[in-house]
């Protein structure tokens, strides 16, 4: 084994770029760390073997001073002859300004050791306040150090590798890129567990670059951590020189023990990443048939033969499925190596996706056990760019699917972070592939990421999950989340940009499983989202939250979901504009828990011929909560039958009501279709009873303008029965107010009659009143008690009994128009008085018209 620093630039495999490090007097410790002072600081002795020249010196750097001063200087003494064998002085600006990793001071000439003299390493700053912060081992000032000596050799299997600038002097240093061009599958870093804390460490200003030839199998293979970190940068491939479309660069991390090896960017390291442009997903131009080859699609940019592709379930959340590219035919055609086993649709209202999970740049690990996968972590202050790389997220993970466990551990705060069109395929085996997450933001403060044109498919746990967090500068978006059983994106914060999300995962699509903020962000928008067979394809409120947030949704369908979106423990506004919500099993969408408003326009909610959906929106409370339910609807149809859409079986609009829970439901629709056979389900006075005899206002309705969508139609639905207004019978000129009572058990309310009155003056109020009778188209004989003509109550005004008071009766016979006269008490004071017509019943109806006032 032989342990490496770069010293000149120069290809990875060239012995030249590399000098061997001393294997006697190597020290790489993390236990402690010590600032260094204006006094020499040594540390403890070693002696060096004979007739061997040294070069330079290497020193693991835990900090340096935010505003740097002075000058730092490391010197290699012969503690022995008390002679300094080799010293270099540099600025304490000269080093990282991130602290953090290896940094190589390169001595100006070598000396050659006589094997029996000691040699210890000596520091010391020339300006006070904890200047440079060394790391140690647990020997006070016996600093972690690589020394190199004049051999040179390329990194063979479980060598160590440091790549660094060489500090030389005071504001002098050489720039030193490695580029790698290894092809061999050969293992480096550290072979047992248990070595150094790194494998590769890329630090102290230094560049491992790879080629991008083309025709080029790079493969990049080792054990203990990548750390990249103090300036360092890592890139595999450049915006402006791509890995070629011919080439594949993998990196593999060949893991000895749980934990032990990851790529870890961490305190001003930078890793960049660009795979060939490919696109990511195309939907379905034509259908296809179970067993076709071809495939018509929008596009097929930089797709090629080899390829593997996935298909989204259509029709059942089962028939999803992934297939190898034979051939390209053109930029929207290709055919398959073998047939599709199921159909896949391209006509609306489905949407069907072909995705591409081939990319030319490969992270893994070497093994399928969930402890010893590799993973990708991002400290709070580095730099990350990656697009269109893949990740075998069956071999990546950070331990044995537990909590906080994940492929990609994302931590920004300060830094960045940027992942575009990258996707990841498993075999959604185990109980969480080695991770509970495949992509994962921890962290209360994150911020600064962007996840763009990401696809994952086949997982056992959660696809994307971004923790709890204050900040908002960050956004998901294009994302696709294919088959997994938890959730396809988990929000721990709603504060972000998140557009474009589609999930088809068995589990839930989105799932706001953490988030209690309470920031409205009434700025951020939630767009173009997607989600179908899942168990529930939107969740609001997941875990007993206390959603607090005012929220907008354009452009969401939701289908083919066990639940279409679940709305729990919400306290304020959602608004859903433009959606799509059919064929979900239970419910399109289901309210519960708490006190909530919801706002749907230009919506459509149906059931579906492929799979029906019993609810359009159902009412569902807790049964140890009361609930106060607003709906607002603004064009939008329910139930309406239309190509593969159909009615709901249970009600266009459901009410559960439970015996231990007091629920109002007050809807406004405007401008709205309900063509489901029962448009209102459980909405009677038996599931409103414990609010006793109120008047529509104050307890559950459904008000609608232009019902059915058509324009001057204007009714209202309360659980007492309905009313409507009614062309075909009137007093004097259409319409009058139709009252159709369902119950003798309570009464239904026309609409108020308001008038002014001044104090010591009373009022009359009139109304003609006629009950229906059975030769009236579709009607039958009013069975309720005589209509009354009501007033009411009214305490400052002087009307001050503890219900509404009769002014008067209608007694005239079924069919006949009568006018109901009242007069009210003088007012106390000036005021308004109130006054309304009740009737009650089981049959028939009642018609009000021509109010008037004397």
Known sequence: MADLISVQSGNFTTAATWAQVDTTSKLDSEAGNTAVSTTNLDSSTFVLPASTTFTGIALKLAARAASPSGTFTVTLRDSTTSIDKASVTVNVSDLPASGLGWVYFKFASGFTANGTDSYLVRVVCSATGSQVTLYRNATANNWSRRITNAAQGPPIAGSHLV?????????????????????????????????????????????????????????????????????????????????????????????????????????????????????????????????????????????????????????????????????????????????????????????????????????????????????????????????????????????????????????????????????????????????????????????????????????????????????????????????????????????????????????????????????????????????????????????????????????????????????????????????????????????????RYLEINSGTIAGSSVIAQANGININPSTSLTSLVYLVLNNTTFGVTSGILSDHGTGDISLTVNSKTYTTLQVWANNCTFASATQFANFTYVDQQNQGDLIDKAGSFVRMQNYAQTAGDHRTFTPRGNIQLDTAIYHTASPSERLIPNTASYKLASGPQIAACGSGTARVFNAWIRTSTSTDAGGANYTGNAPRLMLMKNYSMGQQTTTNIALATHTATTGVWAQVSGTCTAALEDGVWEVYVDCDGTAGWVNVDDWSVS
């Open 163 to 595: 790549i660094a600038n060489s500090l030389t002097g005071a504001g002098a240093s050489t720039a030193i890129t490695v580029t790698m061009d290894n092809t061999a599958t050969t293992s480096f870093g550290p072979t047992v567990s248990g070595g150094p804390p790194q494998g590769i460490v890329v630090s102290g200003g230094g560049t491992l670059t790879w080629g991008v030839a083309a025709s080029t199998a790079y493969y990049l293979k080792w054990k203990g951590i990548m750390l990249v970190c103090g300036d360092g940068t890592v890139n595999v491939g450049s915006s402006g020189a791509r890995i070629d479309a011919t080439s594949s660069a993998v990196l593999e991390m060949d893991s000895v023990a749980a934990l032990d090896t990851k790529i870890f960017v961490s305190t001003g390291g930078t890793f960049n990443g660009y795979g060939a442009i490919k696109t990511p997903y195309v939907t379905l131009a034509a259908d296809m048939a179970a067993a076709a080859t071809g495939v018509v699609t929008s596009s097929a940019a930089g797709w090629l033969a080899g390829d593997v592709v996935a298909f989204n379930p259509s029709g059942t959340a089962t028939t999803h499925e992934q297939r190898v590219i034979a051939t390209v035919v053109s930029t929207s055609s290709i055919t398959l190596s073998t047939g599709v086993t199921f159909a896949h649709n391209s006509a609306a209202p489905y949407t069907g996706y072909v995705m591409n999970f081939t990319r030319n740049i490969t992270f893994r690990g070497t093994t399928t056990t969930a402890a010893n996968h590799g993973n990708l972590t991002i400290d709070t202050t580095a730099t990350v760019h990656i697009e269109y790389a893949y990740f075998d997220i069956d071999k990546l993970g950070n331990g044995a699917g537990t909590i906080g466990s994940s492929c990609i551990d994302i931590k920004t705060t300060t830094g960045s972070s940027t992942f575009k069109g990258c996707c990841g395929v498993g075999t959604f085996a185990g109980t969480g592939n080695g991770g509970a997450y495949i992509m994962y933001v921890s962290g209360a403060a994150s911020n600064n990421w962007t996840i763009d044109l990401c696809m994952y498919y086949n997982w056992n746990q959660r696809m994307f999950y971004w923790d709890s967090t204050t900040g908002t500068a960050w956004t998901i978006t294009n994302c696709i989340a294919m088959h997994s059983t938890n959730d396809g994106f988990a929000a721990g914060s709603m504060g972000g940009t998140l557009n474009g999300l589609r999930a088809f995962t068995g589990g839930n699509g989105v799932n706001t499983v953490n988030d209690s903020s309470d920031s409205d962000y009434s700025a951020t928008s939630f767009d173009s989202w997607e989600l179908a067979y899942c168990t529930i394809g939107l969740l609001i409120g997941g875990n007993d939250q206390i959603q607090r947030q005012i929220m907008v949704f354009s452009n969401l369908k939701c289908y083919f979901n066990t639940t279409g979106i679940s709305l729990s423990s919400i306290t304020r506004k959602i608004t859903i504009n433009t959606c799509s919500i059919f064929g979900n099993t239970t419910q399109g969408i289901l309210v519960n828990n708490a006190v």
